[in-house]
Protein backbone atom coordinates (compact mmCIF):
# COMPACT_ATOMS: atom_id res chain seq x y z
CA UNK A 1 0.00 0.00 0.00
CA UNK A 2 1.53 3.41 -1.18
CA UNK A 3 1.51 6.37 1.33
CA UNK A 4 0.22 9.37 -0.16
CA UNK A 5 2.76 12.27 0.41
CA UNK A 6 1.89 14.80 2.57
CA UNK A 7 3.79 17.73 0.26
CA UNK A 8 4.86 16.81 -3.29
CA UNK A 9 6.84 19.55 -4.81
CA UNK A 10 7.66 19.01 -8.52
CA UNK A 11 9.56 20.77 -11.13
CA UNK A 12 8.85 24.45 -9.49
CA UNK A 13 10.24 27.44 -11.07
CA UNK A 14 9.56 30.67 -9.84
CA UNK A 15 10.84 34.42 -11.24
CA UNK A 16 10.63 37.70 -9.63
CA UNK A 17 10.66 40.84 -12.21
CA UNK A 18 13.04 43.82 -11.32
CA UNK A 19 12.19 46.84 -9.86
CA UNK A 20 12.78 48.85 -13.17
CA UNK A 21 12.27 47.39 -17.06
CA UNK A 22 15.98 47.55 -16.84
CA UNK A 23 16.39 45.08 -13.73
CA UNK A 24 17.12 41.83 -14.94
CA UNK A 25 14.72 39.11 -13.58
CA UNK A 26 15.58 37.23 -10.95
CA UNK A 27 15.37 32.97 -11.03
CA UNK A 28 14.18 32.10 -7.10
CA UNK A 29 14.05 28.78 -7.98
CA UNK A 30 14.47 26.51 -11.25
CA UNK A 31 13.49 22.71 -11.59
CA UNK A 32 12.55 22.26 -7.60
CA UNK A 33 11.53 18.79 -6.44
CA UNK A 34 11.06 17.19 -3.00
CA UNK A 35 9.10 15.17 -1.54
CA UNK A 36 7.84 15.40 2.02
CA UNK A 37 6.61 12.17 3.97
CA UNK A 38 3.19 12.22 6.32
CA UNK A 39 3.98 13.17 10.28
CA UNK A 40 7.98 13.91 8.73
CA UNK A 41 9.58 16.75 10.57
CA UNK A 42 11.85 18.61 7.04
CA UNK A 43 14.07 21.38 7.72
CA UNK A 44 15.24 23.41 4.76
CA UNK A 45 18.90 24.71 4.78
CA UNK A 46 20.50 26.85 2.48
CA UNK A 47 22.07 30.30 1.99
CA UNK A 48 20.94 33.71 2.21
CA UNK A 49 18.28 33.89 -1.35
CA UNK A 50 18.38 30.33 -2.13
CA UNK A 51 14.02 30.28 -2.48
CA UNK A 52 13.45 28.48 1.07
CA UNK A 53 11.05 31.25 2.10
CA UNK A 54 9.75 31.40 -1.47
CA UNK A 55 9.26 27.80 -1.26
CA UNK A 56 7.70 28.05 2.03
CA UNK A 57 5.39 30.80 0.43
CA UNK A 58 4.09 28.86 -2.39
CA UNK A 59 2.82 25.72 0.34
CA UNK A 60 1.14 28.31 1.96
CA UNK A 61 -1.02 29.89 -1.06
CA UNK A 62 0.39 32.97 -0.55
CA UNK A 63 2.15 33.01 -4.45
CA UNK A 64 1.93 30.40 -7.02
CA UNK A 65 4.62 28.32 -9.20
CA UNK A 66 5.47 30.03 -12.43
CA UNK A 67 6.25 26.23 -13.71
CA UNK A 68 5.67 23.12 -11.78
CA UNK A 69 2.83 21.90 -9.08
CA UNK A 70 2.71 21.75 -5.54
CA UNK A 71 0.63 19.23 -3.67
CA UNK A 72 -0.21 18.79 0.11
CA UNK A 73 -2.29 16.11 0.18
CA UNK A 74 -2.37 15.52 -3.05
CA UNK A 75 -4.59 18.90 -3.86
CA UNK A 76 -2.77 21.49 -5.58
CA UNK A 77 -2.09 24.63 -3.70
CA UNK A 78 -4.59 27.42 -5.11
CA UNK A 79 -4.42 29.69 -2.15
CA UNK A 80 -3.87 29.82 1.76
CA UNK A 81 -6.40 27.87 3.63
CA UNK A 82 -6.87 26.64 7.61
CA UNK A 83 -5.24 23.21 6.41
CA UNK A 84 -1.49 24.95 6.37
CA UNK A 85 -0.46 26.88 9.37
CA UNK A 86 2.28 29.16 9.18
CA UNK A 87 5.00 30.78 11.43
CA UNK A 88 7.30 33.32 11.30
CA UNK A 89 10.21 34.90 12.91
CA UNK A 90 8.44 37.86 14.24
CA UNK A 91 5.04 36.02 16.29
CA UNK A 92 2.12 37.74 14.21
CA UNK A 93 -0.23 38.55 16.90
CA UNK A 94 -2.89 40.92 17.03
CA UNK A 95 -1.43 43.87 20.21
CA UNK A 96 -5.35 44.92 20.07
CA UNK A 97 -6.44 41.37 21.25
CA UNK A 98 -5.80 39.21 24.47
CA UNK A 99 -3.90 36.19 24.31
CA UNK A 100 -6.46 34.32 24.13
CA UNK A 101 -8.59 36.52 21.65
CA UNK A 102 -5.29 36.41 18.99
CA UNK A 103 -5.92 32.27 19.50
CA UNK A 104 -9.48 32.66 18.42
CA UNK A 105 -9.19 35.05 15.78
CA UNK A 106 -9.07 31.72 13.12
CA UNK A 107 -11.89 30.27 14.06
CA UNK A 108 -13.77 33.77 14.61
CA UNK A 109 -13.20 34.81 11.31
CA UNK A 110 -14.32 31.75 9.93
CA UNK A 111 -17.26 32.01 11.44
CA UNK A 112 -16.99 29.19 14.00
CA UNK A 113 -16.43 30.51 17.17
CA UNK A 114 -18.03 28.27 19.36
CA UNK A 115 -18.16 26.26 22.71
CA UNK A 116 -16.07 23.98 21.17
CA UNK A 117 -13.80 26.43 19.82
CA UNK A 118 -13.05 27.98 23.18
CA UNK A 119 -12.48 24.87 25.16
CA UNK A 120 -10.05 23.72 22.57
CA UNK A 121 -8.31 27.12 22.74
CA UNK A 122 -7.84 26.93 26.31
CA UNK A 123 -6.53 23.62 25.96
CA UNK A 124 -3.77 25.33 23.86
CA UNK A 125 -2.86 27.80 26.17
CA UNK A 126 -2.76 25.57 29.03
CA UNK A 127 -0.26 22.88 26.88
CA UNK A 128 1.67 25.58 25.99
CA UNK A 129 1.89 26.99 29.60
CA UNK A 130 0.15 30.54 28.98
CA UNK A 131 -2.95 29.58 31.20
CA UNK A 132 -2.48 32.26 33.80
CA UNK A 133 -1.87 34.96 30.52
CA UNK A 134 -4.41 34.17 28.59
CA UNK A 135 -6.09 37.77 29.26
CA UNK A 136 -2.42 39.57 28.84
CA UNK A 137 -1.98 41.55 25.78
CA UNK A 138 0.91 40.87 23.48
CA UNK A 139 3.11 44.10 25.06
CA UNK A 140 2.50 42.14 28.53
CA UNK A 141 4.49 38.65 26.93
CA UNK A 142 8.17 38.19 27.13
CA UNK A 143 9.32 37.09 23.74
CA UNK A 144 8.92 33.09 24.14
CA UNK A 145 5.53 33.58 25.59
CA UNK A 146 4.74 35.37 22.30
CA UNK A 147 5.96 32.66 20.36
CA UNK A 148 4.02 30.02 22.28
CA UNK A 149 0.85 31.99 21.78
CA UNK A 150 1.27 32.25 18.09
CA UNK A 151 1.66 28.41 18.14
CA UNK A 152 -1.47 27.94 19.77
CA UNK A 153 -3.25 30.36 17.24
CA UNK A 154 -2.01 27.95 14.38
CA UNK A 155 -2.51 25.26 16.42
CA UNK A 156 -6.71 25.80 17.10
CA UNK A 157 -7.49 25.66 13.58
CA UNK A 158 -6.12 22.13 13.67
CA UNK A 159 -3.87 22.40 10.70
CA UNK A 160 -2.23 19.23 8.81
CA UNK A 161 0.91 21.03 7.60
CA UNK A 162 2.92 23.01 9.86
CA UNK A 163 5.24 26.01 7.93
CA UNK A 164 7.46 27.65 10.04
CA UNK A 165 10.12 30.39 8.23
CA UNK A 166 13.17 31.02 11.35
CA UNK A 167 10.33 30.98 13.53
CA UNK A 168 13.41 31.33 16.54
CA UNK A 169 16.05 33.58 14.60
CA UNK A 170 15.11 36.44 16.87
CA UNK A 171 15.19 34.96 20.32
CA UNK A 172 18.03 34.78 22.94
CA UNK A 173 20.27 31.75 23.38
CA UNK A 174 18.17 30.49 26.48
CA UNK A 175 14.23 31.26 24.83
CA UNK A 176 16.06 29.35 21.24
CA UNK A 177 16.78 26.22 23.26
CA UNK A 178 13.47 26.24 25.00
CA UNK A 179 11.37 27.28 22.24
CA UNK A 180 13.09 24.10 20.07
CA UNK A 181 12.35 21.74 23.03
CA UNK A 182 8.59 22.03 23.12
CA UNK A 183 8.42 22.22 19.59
CA UNK A 184 10.15 18.64 19.48
CA UNK A 185 7.68 17.67 22.53
CA UNK A 186 4.78 19.12 20.39
CA UNK A 187 5.66 17.25 17.41
CA UNK A 188 6.63 14.20 19.45
CA UNK A 189 3.07 14.20 20.67
CA UNK A 190 0.78 15.03 17.73
CA UNK A 191 2.96 14.27 14.85
CA UNK A 192 2.05 17.20 12.20
CA UNK A 193 3.69 17.14 9.33
CA UNK A 194 6.45 20.55 9.96
CA UNK A 195 8.55 22.08 6.96
CA UNK A 196 11.19 23.99 8.82
CA UNK A 197 13.27 26.66 7.20
CA UNK A 198 16.45 27.35 9.09
CA UNK A 199 20.02 28.84 8.82
CA UNK A 200 21.25 26.83 11.97
CA UNK A 201 23.05 23.38 10.78
CA UNK A 202 22.68 22.45 14.92
CA UNK A 203 19.28 23.44 14.82
CA UNK A 204 18.44 21.79 11.68
CA UNK A 205 19.68 18.16 12.88
CA UNK A 206 18.45 18.39 15.99
CA UNK A 207 15.27 18.89 15.26
CA UNK A 208 14.77 16.93 11.31
CA UNK A 209 13.96 13.78 10.55
CA UNK A 210 15.70 14.63 7.23
CA UNK A 211 17.86 17.92 5.79
CA UNK A 212 17.42 19.20 2.50
CA UNK A 213 20.23 21.39 1.51
CA UNK A 214 19.78 23.79 -1.28
CA UNK A 215 21.57 25.25 -3.60
CA UNK A 216 22.45 29.09 -4.05
CA UNK A 217 20.15 31.25 -6.24
CA UNK A 218 18.33 29.94 -7.99
CA UNK A 219 17.57 27.50 -5.87
CA UNK A 220 17.20 23.47 -6.54
CA UNK A 221 17.75 20.54 -4.31
CA UNK A 222 21.48 19.84 -3.76
CA UNK A 223 21.09 16.91 -0.95
CA UNK A 224 18.80 15.06 1.03
CA UNK A 225 20.26 14.18 4.39
CA UNK A 226 18.61 11.22 7.03
CA UNK A 227 18.99 12.36 10.65
CA UNK A 228 18.82 8.89 11.83
CA UNK A 229 19.59 9.77 15.40
CA UNK A 230 17.05 8.09 17.91
CA UNK A 231 14.10 9.93 19.26
CA UNK A 232 13.39 12.02 21.59
CA UNK A 233 16.12 14.19 21.34
CA UNK A 234 17.50 16.62 23.89
CA UNK A 235 20.15 19.29 23.59
CA UNK A 236 22.81 17.22 25.31
CA UNK A 237 22.29 14.79 22.40
CA UNK A 238 24.22 17.56 20.38
CA UNK A 239 27.19 16.94 22.21
CA UNK A 240 27.32 13.08 20.72
CA UNK A 241 29.89 11.75 18.39
CA UNK A 242 27.07 10.96 15.74
CA UNK A 243 25.80 14.02 15.80
CA UNK A 244 28.62 15.74 15.38
CA UNK A 245 29.33 13.31 12.31
CA UNK A 246 25.53 14.89 11.08
CA UNK A 247 26.63 18.10 11.33
CA UNK A 248 29.85 17.79 9.49
CA UNK A 249 27.91 15.81 6.61
CA UNK A 250 25.41 18.58 6.22
CA UNK A 251 28.35 21.72 6.59
CA UNK A 252 30.01 19.65 3.67
CA UNK A 253 26.98 20.05 1.18
CA UNK A 254 26.76 23.49 2.55
CA UNK A 255 30.81 24.36 1.76
CA UNK A 256 30.41 22.40 -1.22
CA UNK A 257 27.97 24.85 -2.59
CA UNK A 258 29.53 27.44 -1.23
CA UNK A 259 32.57 26.54 -3.01
Known sequence: MTTQ???????????????????????????????????????LLGPSGCGKSTLLNMLAGFSLPDEGS???????????????????????LFPWLTTRDNVLYGPRARHRLDAQARERADALLASVGLADSADAFPHQLSGGMRHRAAFARVLVNRPRLLLMDEPFGALDAISRVAMQRFLLELWER??????????????????????????????????????????????QDTETLEFVRL????????EAEAA
Not at 81 to 86: A, E, S
Open 190 to 235: DRITIVFVTHDVEEAALLGDRVCVMTGSPGRTRALIDIDLPRPRRL
Open 5 to 43: PAVQISGVHKRFSGRTRRSPARVALDGFDLTVRPGEFLC
Open 70 to 92: VLVDGEPVTGPGPDRGVLFQTPM
Open 247 to 254: KRRIREAL
